[in-house]
């Protein structure tokens, strides 16, 4: 096998000064949570952003020895990944990949964000001068998500000798809402992904989509595949047998006492949908009684890009209609939403291990890695209420209930049915959704990005 | 050629009360603007719903003679039509085949919403019905627009003899978009409108989503035509002649004097991009000082669905940018935007006579008549600026500057453009435009159905 080097954002650890000395953490995000297991043990050479002071110091020293594997920490000028950042990846490639623009008002592109894209192509340049620097003669070079769509056709162009192949994790969109682009910038943006050996996506229809755009804007097709993502099932089940995970079960137990447990885990992001899911669970119980102090809403959810307007604006909205419903429903025994803000991982386990539905109903996911590993913890035979939006839906919606993410009244029937399952039913239904979700491994993710560089 | 039925929702003639007696107006509004001068004088009978008190006294009467051609007003419960009209057609449908929906929050589809969709195919009946009991054997039927995609389906099965053919006069979605919709809806609307002999829309990207969506709702493909209207070159210019809109035209040239004049004709409408538009000559006003002072923006704008909340909140965003860009750039002797939310058609038509730029920015439209209206009456080789994303964009898209209409600095660069352009450029352009705007005619319009329907 050729040497292997991986390029994200977002790397696999973090580091941190401890005592005044460099310390290594666990970086966070669903792509290193996927990924890393995977990498380790392989050898690979990881780049990835240095996003604090430590993250610098480190990258100041160099490469990095990990678990197996090697970490290169890039330094980028802090106001260059601002705009690479914020402005561009997350304030209009993330929108416009999941269709969140209220196009009557945004994107409004202007100067400011002309300049932007310029640092998102900086940026692009400083990682694939990196990487062309470093790396061996025919590596296989795995590019992985949308803040460097421009990096395959860097690297083409400076070492054609790499075989690099780019994985995007978010879904992509129909050529109608590529259009809100300039033109100029959709053929830079696409002309980079299609210059990789291939480009991966979760799903077949955000290759589709893909494949459609690169049609309509370069005239040409690109080379795809879909592998979709698995769970780290060891990672999670040992999370889930830890004391922390077991400890925060038992306070989970305490507060809902023997009533039927809906939960969700998501970051506050609007692609998630948890408004619908909460006028959802208001609908239920406005329209089936039978419920009313028999079923708890545990949303285990965390905050998320926080500097961007549109996602506090949408935390308060949220949060607002929690108190709504709260205070329209709760009596003196029975908080009908348990919401908790804080990112507290070992409790979302917990809330994993303990819901009799899972509720993941985004308006558009790439994947959605929460659905694989709720059935993989699972312990009360719980069931999996799943949006056909995500990218997840074409593994497990043989096996989920199916929901519409628009349609609230669709959504809170099929928590009620959720919730009037039989005993076996849901038993049967519990094995069908954790075959399902640990069908695939981390390696043949990996191995599948590997086989798509080497073809 | 057999009897000729048209079906829409407004129809060609409206009712009022004159002193207690019953007389007849012309209809407003694109549809019949585009499809009355090519009706008058085939004795097709048009099938419309009343509106008003006079429309449902008219309704009562029976059948009313105009120009050559019959008017059959039909009474609808008023609670139904409110649901129909406004709910379905201008709350859900009307904002999916544009895009407009912002998805984080809506389309919100609950209990009332499927309500409402049975009113919506109750009305629908109503027009079946009264179609299928008054049409002669063999009719050629041309159902209007997308109030009425459930007629297609109710003729075919009530009356297999009749020739229906059914045009939308809105853009379509892609099929990502159409997924806003219960399953079971989007499968009843798209079998509605695929049960016609064709389906015509003004683009052939229109025909195309249509398609893509027929191919992955309904399992199958659906005939197509692309016919874009063409303006009713006669009656504007009949206006254009008038006294009141030389009246209007004079008024306007004592306010602006010999500044040049940048023109905008719409309704206030969030698919119109008036925000971005004012935003880019904001832009313009900041970048290119030398046309500070010397240039006017004429907004002769006009209110529309003031019943529903997202129009009301956009006009007063609107209003607001008015004011602050007067107030930001205004001086003694200068307004930068005459803004006039008045709905007064021959003044229109005099700011179409005076323009110096023409602007058409929607962020997605349908055809755009105005931008077809503005050349065959403009008297000062105005430029027109173009949205490509209109589906006027596939005739005109040759002529005219191009404009992309998300990005207010390539729209404010394009208004610079148009306001510099030489003396000889302009009449060169000018000329282009007003033989692309004058290629087509009402008749070939309505001949482009009846083909289809005998097909």
């Given at each position: ?207 589709a989509a893909f494949e459609a755009c690169t049609h309509d804007v370069l005239g040409r097709s690109a080379r ?40 969700r885990v998501d970051r506050i992001e609007l692609s998630k949908n948890l408004l619908r899911g909460f006028h ?176």
């Open positions: 096998m050729p040497p292997l080097v991986i390029v994200s954002n977002r790397g696999p650890l973090s580091f941190a000064f401890e005592d005044g000395r460099l310390v290594t953490r666990k970086g966070g995000g669903g792509l290193v949570t996927a990924l890393g297991p995977a990498v380790a043990g392989t050898g690979a050479t990881w780049f990835a952003a240095a996003l604090s002071d430590a993250d610098r110091q480190a990258a100041a020293a160099g490469t990095i020895e990990a678990e197996g594997f090697r970490v290169r920490p890039l330094t980028v000028e802090p106001n260059a990944y601002r705009m690479y950042y914020d402005v561009v990846s997350n304030g209009l490639l993330w929108f416009v990949y999941h269709g969140l623009f209220d196009l009557a008002r945004r994107p409004r592109i202007d100067r400011r964000w002309r300049e932007a894209w310029d640092a998102y192509r900086d940026v692009n340049r400083t990682f694939a001068e990196a990487v062309a620097a470093d790396a061996d003669d025919g590596s296989t070079v795995l590019v992985h998500d949308y803040h460097l769509s421009l990096l395959p056709a860097e690297l083409a162009q400076k070492r054609p000798d790499l075989r690099t192949v780019y994985f995007q994790h978010t879904p992509f969109c129909a050529p109608d809402a590529l259009r809100v682009l300039p033109a100029s910038i959709a053929t830079e943006l696409l002309g980079g992904m299609a210059a990789a050996r291939a480009c991966g996506f979760h799903a077949t229809r955000w290759a795809t595949f879909v592998s979709p993502a698995s769970a780290d099932a060891d990672g999670i089940r040992a999370v889930a047998a830890s004391e922390p995970c077991t400890e925060a079960l038992r306070a989970l137990e305490a507060d809902v006492g023997d009533r039927q447990v809906i939960v959802a669970f208001d609908e239920l119980l406005r329209t089936a009684p039978e419920w009313r102090g028999r079923v708890v809403f545990a949303a285990f959810v965390y905050p998320s890009r926080e500097g961007r307007p549109e996602y506090l604006a949408y935390r308060q909205e949220v949060e607002g209609l929690v108190r709504r419903i709260n205070g329209t429903w709760g009596t003196a025994g029975w908080t009908p939403i348990l919401y908790d803000p804080e990112d507290d991982f070992p409790r979302s386990v917990a809330a994993l291990r303990r819901y009799d539905v899972l509720l993941v109903n985004p308006v558009r996911d790439g994947l959605n890695l929460v659905a694989k590993e709720g059935p993989l913890v699972n312990e009360r035979d719980g069931v999996l209420a799943l949006s056909r939006e995500s990218g997840v839906w074409e593994e497990l919606g043989g096996v989920a209930l199916e929901l519409n993410p628009f349609d609230v009244s669709d959504t809170a029937e099929v928590l009620a049915s959720a919730l009037s399952m039989s005993r076996d039913e849901r038993a049967d239904h519990a094995r069908a959704t954790r075959e399902a979700a640990g069908a695939r491994t981390s390696q043949q993710w990996l191995g599948d990005q590997v086989e798509a560089a080497a073809g």
